[in-house]
């Protein structure tokens, strides 16, 4: 089955971000390179070898991927328009997920019980990303 699978793009946190998201959800991480391995002949400068160039973290059937944005490239900015959507099984998982990401950051919206009969909450969490975290009982589940 097809998936679709968030990359977040960093400004040299990228490992400070993912190891806060694998504290939040929990996991091992799949894979972690960084710059430094890259072969000689498409090396960076050493002050790049410590950054990440790919890190992949799964979330039950998705993952989460991101990497550190070469400082060659200059720097990226954060967009709004998206958000990272989190589905919980359970609304003990939803409080306890909606903690850990929003911890440091910005609740936009308080999770709580929603008129369209959703447990959902929205914020923005300590590295600019936004997040989306519900539960909903009546959603078929994958």
């Known amino acids: 089955m097809p998936s679709i699978n968030p990359y977040l793009g960093f400004n040299g946190d ?14 091992e991480f799949a894979v ?7 072969p000689s002949e498409m090396a960076l400068p050493a002050s790049e070898g410590e950054k990440i160039m790919h890190v992949s973290l799964p979330i039950g059937k998705n993952i989460l991927m991101g990497s550190d944005r070469p400082a060659q490239m200059g720097p990226g900015t954060r967009g709004d328009g998206y958000s990272i959507s989190f589905s919980a099984d359970s609304q003990k998982e939803a409080d306890r997920a909606f903690t850990g990401i929003s911890a440091g950051g910005k609740v936009t919206m308080p999770i709580a019980k929603t008129f369209w009969g959703a447990y959902f ?16 009982e009546n959603m078929p589940k994958p």
């Not at 972690?32 to 890259?38: G, M, N, Y």
């Open 14 to 27: 990228c490992e400070k971000a993912f190891q806060f998201y694998k504290s939040v959800f929990g996991g």
């Open 121 to 136: 909450g929205m914020c923005t969490d300590k590295f600019g990303i936004d997040w989306m975290v519900s539960f909903d």
């Open 32 to 38: 972690i390179q960084r710059f430094k391995d890259v």
